[in-house]
Nanobody, 120 residues
């Protein structure tokens, strides 16, 4: 099993910045892609950004140019730097990791989420 623990959420004013972190632990041979998604009340979960083990990134149009995903492979940690935050960014943010276990099986995991609220 693998655990993903997010941190760094909270309340911020519109235009402000926030950095989320997510650390993975457990039965890990290798972490492949990692990413961040969010889910606002009454809406489906939206995938925001992904990063490969080699550092290649992709972003949803809604956050491109404002959010930056990065990772520290030595720490099995992924980050999301969020700038120019808007009230519509308010949501629960989840990290995701595509993990290859020691057994060489692969599983995709989601964290439990951290709340981000942006006030106008």
């Amino acid at each position: 099993q693998v655990q993903l623990v997010e941190s760094g959420g909270g309340l911020v004013q519109a235009g402000g910045s926030m950095r989320l972190s997510c650390a993975a632990s457990g039965s890990i041979f290798r972490i492949n892609a990692m990413g961040w998604g969010r889910q606002a009340p009454g809406k489906q979960r939206e995938l925001l950004a992904t990063i490969t083990s080699g550092g290649s990134t992709n972003y949803a149009d809604s956050v491109k140019g404002r959010f930056t995903i990065s990772r520290d492979n030595a720490k099995n940690t992924v980050y999301l730097q969020m700038n120019s935050l808007k009230p519509e960014d308010t949501a629960v943010y989840y990290c995701n990791a595509d993990v290859t276990h020691v057994s060489r099986s692969t599983t995709s995991y989601w964290g439990q989420g951290t709340q981000v609220a942006v006030s106008s």
